[in-house]
Every structure is written in structure tokens, then in C-alpha cells.
């Protein structure tokens, strides 16, 4: 076991050191030039020239690169162009917002798709297999903003009952736990949630059939094991898998959430990515996108750590 633990670690230093390189060039490679954001087009040469040397944009990309990865490792992102303030401050609002928003999409949709997958393996051809099937397909094939626009139109709209816009009150950034704040977050989770749902259905309907046909079930049921001991054996073997599939999904609702968090105004990481790119303000750009990254990155290293202690035949393959 502590072989398996060092080996995803030494896996997983490279892949963040890629993630970084990756992070900072492809910003520099996008079209568009950063100063327009704080300087007018007909500013004067030698103002050009002070501004490329305050934020450092006139050294060569490598030493640029090296400059900024050294400061991101003391916990320094950087300033943002558009507004001056410390990356690292905006960027951890918004992760902060996006982890609330992610976990509760996350939670709705693997709970939901947990349960009606394994209804619908252990009633397959039934009419709840083929309702949960359905519920499946629709959920990874509807995109997310048509979706939002959707519940928009008709739980603000029309019925008047939820918040459309906002993570609370009086377009209020801050988050508490009460009744005002939870009505906000009630659309844009429903909204994410949806393809982790219809994934995770999909995959937990599978694993349950297919287990359930194995030769040892059979001898189980044989042997007159009640159906709540079968479960457990069933729930064990799928675990692992599930396991594995819930953690991706829940990387991809981190980094996939900008078109909910813009059509919701969700103060996340997604909102500010997408006031980012307009923007062309690269030091924010820069430090979401690395920090995105690299949750995803300790989030799989996680899930492989947690894998072995369900299933124990992971670690000694």
C-alpha cells in the first residue's frame, strides 16, 4: 500500500508541473493584447513600455514563465490588470463560491443517480430501468445553459418561486447559511447537476447488472443470503468504479461550470474566467485556470488514494 501511495504521488508532481506550463502558455497564445484593458489604443510609446515593464510582459516567455511559477509557489498570483487587486484574494472568493455551487450539484446528482442506477439494475426491462435509462440520456445530451435558461423562464419568470440571478440577496457575494441564500443556490445546483446525474445513473445501472449476473451472487442467492447482504456485496464491488467516475465528475463540475455560473451570475470561478477572457486580463486568467487545474489534479490523486481502501486488489496490481 505505501508503495501505491508514493508512486501516485511521484505521478502526480509531474502532471501539476505540466498543468502549470500548459496554464501559462495557452493564455499568451490567445489573441489579443492585455494592456488594451488599462491603457487606450493611442497611448504614447513610452507609457506602453512602463506598463509592459511594471507587469512584466516585456521578458522573454521563459523567463516569464519562471518568474511566475516561482511566485505562485509562495502563494503569489500575481495582480489583476482590469481592477489591481491581488489575484489570489479574487480567485479565492470565487473558489470558495464554485466549491459551494460544485458540491451541492455534486452531491444532488450522485445521490440521485446512485439510487435510481441501482434501482434500475436490479429491475432491468422494468418500467423504472426504462425511466431511469431515459432520465440518463437526457441528462448528458440537454446543454447546461439551454437547461438554465429554462428553469429561468419558468421558476423566476413565470412562477415567481426561486431567484434567477445572484449567490443571495441584494446582490450579495457573501454567503450565509440561511433560507434567502439557499433559494439562490436551488436553480444553478439543478442546473449542474444534471450530467453527473445522468452519467453516474448510466454507470452505477451497468456495474449493478453485471454484478448481479456474476457467479458469486448466484451462489449467494443459492445459499439464501437475504437480498440486504447481497446489496452489500453488490455495493462493494461497484464502489471503486463509482468512486472513480463520481471524482471526475466533480473535477468537470469545478472547471465546467462558466456558462451556468454566466447565465445564473454565480460569483464563481466560471463568472470570473468569463469577465476574464473579455477582459484579456492575464494574471486572473492565469490564476484561475492554475488553481482549477490543480484541484483537479489533487482531487484524482485523491480518488486513486481512497480507491484501494474498498478495493484492496487496486493496490497490489
Same mark, same amino acid.
Given at each position: 500500500?505505501?508503495?501505491?501511495?508514493?508512486?501516485?504521488?511521484? =505521478?502526480?508532481?509531474?502532471?501539476?508541473?505540466?498543468?502549470?506550463?500548459?496554464?501559462?502558455?495557452?493564455?499568451?497564445?490567445?489573441?489579443?493584447?492585455?494592456?488594451?484593458?488599462?491603457?487606450?489604443?493611442?497611448?504614447?510609446?513610452?507609457?506602453?513600455?512602463?506598463?509592459?515593464?511594471?507587469?512584466?510582459?516585456?521578458?522573454?516567455?521563459?523567463?516569464? =514563465?519562471?518568474? %511566475?511559477?516561482?511566485?505562485?509557489?509562495?502563494?503569489?498570483?500575481?495582480?489583476?490588470?482590469?481592477?489591481?487587486?491581488?489575484?489570489?484574494?479574487?480567485?479565492?472568493?470565487?473558489?470558495?463560491?464554485?466549491?459551494?455551487?460544485?458540491?451541492?450539484?455534486?452531491?444532488?446528482?450522485?445521490?440521485?443517480?446512485?439510487?435510481?442506477?441501482?434501482?434500475?439494475? =436490479?429491475?432491468?426491462?422494468?418500467?423504472?430501468?426504462?425511466?431511469?435509462?431515459?432520465?440518463?440520456?437526457?441528462?448528458?445530451?440537454?446543454?447546461? =445553459? *439551454?437547461?438554465?435558461? /429554462?428553469?429561468?423562464?419558468?421558476?423566476?419568470?413565470?412562477?415567481? *418561486?426561486?431567484?434567477?440571478?445572484?449567490?443571495?440577496?441584494?446582490?450579495?457575494?457573501? %454567503?450565509? *447559511?440561511?433560507?434567502?441564500?439557499?433559494?439562490?443556490?436551488?436553480?444553478?445546483? /439543478?442546473?449542474?447537476?444534471?450530467?453527473?446525474?445522468?452519467?453516474?445513473?448510466?454507470?452505477?445501472?451497468?456495474?449493478?447488472?453485471?454484478?448481479?449476473?456474476?457467479?458469486?451472487?448466484?451462489?449467494?442467492?443459492?445459499?439464501?443470503?437475504?437480498?440486504?447482504? +447481497?446489496?452489500?456485496?453488490?455495493?462493494?464491488?461497484?464502489?471503486?468504479?463509482?468512486?472513480?467516475?463520481?471524482?471526475?465528475?466533480?473535477?468537470?463540475?469545478?472547471?465546467?461550470? +462558466?456558462?451556468?455560473?454566466?447565465?445564473?451570475? *454565480?460569483?464563481?470561478?466560471?463568472?470570473?474566467?468569463?469577465?476574464?477572457?473579455?477582459?484579456?486580463? +492575464?494574471?486572473?486568467?492565469?490564476?484561475? +485556470?492554475?488553481?482549477?487545474?490543480?484541484?483537479?489534479?489533487?482531487?484524482?490523486?485523491?480518488?486513486?488514494?481512497?480507491?484501494?481502501?474498498?478495493?484492496?486488489?487496486?493496490?497490489?496490481?
Amino acid at each position: 500500500m505505501l508503495v501505491y501511495v508514493l508512486k501516485r504521488l511521484l =505521478y502526480a508532481l509531474p502532471t501539476a508541473l505540466g498543468v502549470t506550463l500548459v496554464t501559462f502558455m495557452l493564455v499568451y497564445l490567445a489573441p489579443g493584447d492585455p494592456l488594451n484593458a488599462i491603457a487606450p489604443a493611442d497611448a504614447p510609446e513610452d507609457v506602453i513600455n512602463a506598463l509592459k515593464a511594471t507587469y512584466g510582459l516585456d521578458r522573454p516567455l521563459p523567463v516569464r =514563465y519562471g518568474l %511566475w511559477l516561482w511566485r505562485a509557489l509562495h502563494g503569489d498570483l500575481g495582480a489583476s490588470i482590469a481592477s489591481g487587486r491581488a489575484v489570489s484574494s479574487e480567485v479565492f472568493a470565487a473558489v470558495t463560491n464554485t466549491l459551494l455551487l460544485a458540491g451541492a450539484a455534486a452531491l444532488l446528482g450522485v445521490v440521485l443517480g446512485c439510487v435510481l442506477g441501482a434501482l434500475a439494475g =436490479y429491475r432491468t426491462g422494468s418500467a423504472i430501468d426504462r425511466i431511469a435509462s431515459a432520465l440518463s440520456v437526457v441528462g448528458v445530451s440537454i446543454p447546461h =445553459y *439551454w437547461l438554465g435558461l /429554462v428553469l429561468t423562464i419558468i421558476f423566476s419568470i413565470q412562477l415567481g *418561486w426561486l431567484p434567477a440571478m445572484g449567490a443571495g440577496p441584494g446582490d450579495s457575494d457573501g %454567503w450565509r *447559511w440561511d433560507s434567502a441564500h439557499l433559494r439562490h443556490l436551488v436553480l444553478p445546483a /439543478v442546473t449542474l447537476a444534471v450530467i453527473p446525474l445522468g452519467i453516474i445513473t448510466r454507470t452505477v445501472r451497468a456495474l449493478v447488472a453485471d454484478t448481479l449476473n456474476q457467479e458469486f451472487v448466484v451462489s449467494l442467492q443459492a445459499r439464501g443470503l437475504g437480498g440486504g447482504r +447481497i446489496f452489500r456485496h453488490v455495493a462493494k464491488n461497484a464502489a471503486p468504479t463509482v468512486l472513480a467516475v463520481a471524482g471526475l465528475q466533480v473535477g468537470y463540475l469545478m472547471g465546467g461550470s +462558466i456558462l451556468v455560473e454566466t447565465v445564473f451570475a *454565480w460569483p464563481g470561478t466560471g463568472f470570473m474566467l468569463n469577465t476574464a477572457i473579455f477582459q484579456r486580463d +492575464i494574471p486572473l486568467l492565469q490564476g484561475t +485556470i492554475l488553481v482549477l487545474c490543480l484541484f483537479f489534479v489533487v482531487l484524482n490523486l485523491a480518488v486513486d488514494l481512497l480507491q484501494p481502501l474498498l478495493d484492496p486488489r487496486i493496490a497490489r496490481a
